[in-house]
């Protein structure tokens, strides 16, 4: 592997609240990397000025960050060594090149979907470092949760009326199975900090290197970093400390199916 083979430009399929923060900081310090995209707050004022270039006529620039088709016409005008975030990325005809090309090359990446469920809970209810994002679906679903009389009647009705977060794994699946796209977790990427292993973090920083054709510039990068805006915790199964027995029964009646997909134990 070298720095001649590196791909231009990399996109990362990171579902919402699986450790975007993770990835991006492996692709910037172990393979340099420039990340935009979602998640990414720094970018997100330049990104939006070449997405509405392109559709001036819009009335919501910030919608036009769910138009994946347009982001990845808009990585195109990146230079080399940039590297997408995405939240998800369904099939469309917006995959037609990449089909014949298979540039940019893609990582998708994704977490136990109850501790993702909970961190998004969290996250509405402003117990990260920064506030959420402003998009109307946080909007609106944290001033419902904020409404709830408890902690375990807001995670009620995270599980049985916010499914939209935990279904979006199932309309990203085909990502888990394609064979040219490689597959990492939260869990495998966090290292001793976040319940994790220092040993399991570098093989699978190394698998991506060769997935990439690069030589990792650091096998043991300081990815776990408390001081990011979305943080809480950042641990395996917190899950198992909040979940009642009865809402992870409702859990798997729910998602049961993605948590077998993804080859998450049910209990």
Request: hydrophobic share 35%.
């Amino acid at each position: 592997m070298g720095e001649e083979s590196a791909p231009p430009s990399v996109v990362v399929v990171s579902l919402q609240k699986s450790g975007t923060n993770l990835v991006a900081r492996m692709m910037a310090d172990a393979f340099g990397y420039r990340c935009i995209g979602h998640g990414i707050r720094d970018s997100f004022d330049e990104l939006l000025t070449r997405l509405h270039a392109k559709e001036p006529g819009v009335s919501d620039r910030r919608s036009l960050f769910s138009r994946p088709g347009m982001m990845l016409d808009v990585l195109e005008e990146y230079p080399p060594r940039t590297c997408l975030f995405l939240h998800g990325l369904e099939v469309g005809s917006h995959l037609l090149n990449w089909c014949s090309t298979r540039e940019p090359r893609i990582l998708f990446n994704y977490r136990d979907p109850r501790d993702s469920l909970l961190s998004l809970v969290n996250y509405l209810l402003q117990r990260a470092n920064e506030p959420y994002s402003q998009f109307a679906r946080n909007v609106i679903f944290a001033e419902i949760l904020e409404a709830m009389p408890s902690a375990s009647a807001q995670l009620d009705f995270a599980i049985t009326h916010m499914g939209e977060h935990v279904e979006k794994y199932n309309r990203n699946s085909w990502l888990l199975f394609h064979p040219s796209v490689a597959k990492l977790s939260f869990e495998e990427l966090v290292g001793t900090d976040g319940g994790g292993s220092e040993s399991q973090q570098r093989a699978t920083i190394r698998r991506v290197g060769e997935f990439l054709g690069i030589a990792p510039r650091d096998e043991e990068p300081r990815l776990f970093d408390s001081s990011v805006r979305t943080f809480f915790r950042g641990q395996i199964g917190a899950w198992r400390d909040v979940y009642s027995p009865e809402q992870t029964r409702t859990f798997g009646r729910l998602y049961g199916d993605v948590l077998r997909t993804y080859g998450y134990p049910e209990l």
